[in-house]
């Protein structure tokens, strides 16, 4: 009879095995899947009593999904069974294929182990292929693809006919744990698919909400903002600028965007640019405005870089600072000039001629070929004496300090160097001191007032009879110098008439006429003199021609 309906029990079992397997499949997540592997093996393998064994990260097993007792299932899930302790379970009893079935008579040594357990009391066996109480069979779950890694193991007790499962059973049991093996590896891809998901929106999320911040701290900051293309073709162009850039250079953001800062930059700063540019950090320069004006404004650069292509964008942020620079120019021209006729003052004087002589006396400098002729002791040219000195010059300590300086020549005159002599054809830097003759009775007679705007008139007919090269300082009280470059002793001599005659004519103070007479020093600045030196040698000559010139000459009053 057992034999004939063999096929029948075949059928129905396959049945079974096919709807608890389509329970898996419908299983929405991990969770599901686990309970539905439990349930299955209830419903569709003849067994009281199924648990679920998962694979934890660490190696551990716990009990994920329990059937049959709803009073075990509380007492037992979530429980931990060491890995070591499931490999010994797995490696007894006789293998049924992939299952592994532990009888009483072996099993009772695994009572005491870590692996949590629930057993049913029940009547000993009367026949050999009676289940009992304390067998164990386990249905271990193993990875796709050909290896051997476990996912979990299926427990199961109580067959419902009280008898070992036979072949097409274990059989049964063995591809159930094979189509549970990959309802779990796809429900768990599923789970890890949807926590991708989820941090990949979360990420998406605080991209859109960090891009929004940077728009609006980017639009709305209340200084210049650009964001600028590095390398390629459109090297430096701007990509986006933000309206308070736009205000500042009084340019449209579509007008922008075709430009690079380069472009707008002064012609003097653009070496400041590109240094800023291409290492990044900060810089002061002149933008140009739509107007043709340039403004002063502070870069400070960010170079914003990609792990794989390198420096990308440069974002720049533009401080408008010619309030400051303004302030700045001020104070500097305050420090460098007269406060009373707004000309050079003595220490500005001083600066401006010490940067045109150096310490070697050299009247005439030498050519290299004459250089080099001079070390070998020949003439460089037929009737050419080599120059000698009458000074120590270390090449190796001085030369540096006149690398690309042009000496500074005076004309040759007559013996006693003034400004008298016949005119060599040399050109030189000429310094004329100048001292008014009878502004001190001005002062004394009508007050300081009056002095003043004798002063502030006297500066303004000297600076509009120089070169727009030329220098007209405020040495101190009645006391003016003016240097004039390029200039031979005949032309000196000229330039001291005429800024003569300019002084001579009356002034107008509140209704009054007064005049003030001028006597004229000419020195000559050469290399190897120090600025006072210069200005002591062309004072004395002054003297000398105060001294020299009839009193009736010196008007005053």
Not at 271 to 299: H, K, M, P
Not at 508 to 513: K, L, P, T, Y
Request: net charge negative.
């Amino acid at each position: 009879m057992e034999a004939e309906s063999e096929p029948y029990v075949r059928l129905a079992t396959l049945r079974q095995l096919h709807q608890v397997v389509a329970d898996l499949n419908r299983a929405t997540s991990l969770a599901d899947t686990l309970q539905a592997v439990a349930d299955g093996v209830v419903a569709g393998l003849g067994f009281e009593l199924a648990c679920v064994n998962l694979v934890q990260p660490d190696g551990d097993l716990v009990i994920a999904a329990f059937a049959g007792n709803a009073a075990a299932e509380a007492l037992i899930t979530g429980r931990v069974g060491s890995r070591a302790s499931w490999e010994r379970r797995l490696s007894m009893g006789e293998a049924w294929g992939d299952l592994h079935f532990i009888p009483h008579t072996e099993g009772w040594v695994l009572l005491d182990d870590d692996v949590p357990q629930w057993h049913t009391e029940g009547p000993e066996p009367r026949f050999a292929d009676e289940w009992h109480p304390h067998d164990r069979l386990y249905a271990p779950m193993y990875a796709s693809g050909g290896g051997q890694e476990l996912l979990g193991v299926i427990s199961v007790d109580r067959p419902r006919n009280g008898r070992h499962p036979g072949p097409w059973g274990q059989e049964a049991l063995q591809m159930y744990a094979s189509q549970a093996a990959i309802a779990i590896s796809n429900a768990r891809l599923r789970a890890n698919m949807q926590r991708a998901l989820v941090r990949l929106e979360r990420e998406q999320q605080a991209l859109r909400a960090s891009e929004e911040s940077f728009r609006q701290a980017f639009e709305y900051a209340p200084s210049g903002m650009a964001i600028a293309e590095m390398g390629g073709d459109q090297h430096g162009r701007l990509l986006r600028t933000n309206d308070a850039l736009c205000r500042l250079l009084g340019r449209p953001a579509s007008a922008m965007r075709r430009y690079s800062f380069a472009d707008l930059v002064h012609p003097e700063d653009i070496g400041t640019l590109l240094r800023t540019s291409a290492e990044g950090g900060r810089a002061e320069l002149r933008l140009a405005r739509r107007d043709g004006t340039y403004v002063w404004v502070s870069l400070r650069n960010s170079v914003v870089a990609d792990t794989t292509d390198g420096p990308r964008f440069l974002l720049t942020h533009v401080e408008d600072i010619e309030e400051r620079k303004r302030h700045e120019l001020h104070l500097a021209h305050r420090a460098s000039h007269d406060s009373l006729t707004g000309l050079p003052n003595s220490a500005e004087l001083r600066s401006r001629l010490s940067s045109r002589l150096c310490r070697r006396p050299h009247s005439v400098r030498a050519t290299a070929v004459e250089a080099l002729d001079a070390a070998y002791g020949e003439p460089s040219a037929p009737g050419r004496a080599v120059p000698e000195h009458d000074f120590d010059y270390n090449p190796h300590t001085d030369a540096g300090s006149f690398d690309h300086h042009v000496h500074i020549v005076a004309p040759t005159s007559d013996a006693d160097g003034g400004a008298g002599g016949a005119d060599d054809g040399t050109k030189g830097l000429a310094v004329l001191f100048c001292d008014l003759d009878g502004f001190k009775s001005i002062n004394d007679r009508f007050g300081h007032h009056t002095g003043d705007a004798v002063l502030i008139e006297v500066a303004r007919r000297l600076t509009t009879c120089v070169r727009d090269g030329d220098t007209v300082a405020r040495l101190g009280g009645d006391e003016f110098v003016v240097l004039a470059d390029g200039l031979g002793s005949a032309d000196a001599a000229d330039l001291a008439v005429r800024l003569r005659n300019a002084i001579i004519p009356p002034i107008r103070v509140d209704g009054r006429a007064v005049r003030v007479g001028a006597s004229f020093g000419i020195g000559w600045a050469s290399c190897g003199m120090s600025a006072d030196e210069v200005l002591h040698s062309a004072d004395q000559r002054m003297y000398v021609e105060k001294r020299s010139r009839a009193k009736v000459h010196r008007r005053a009053g």
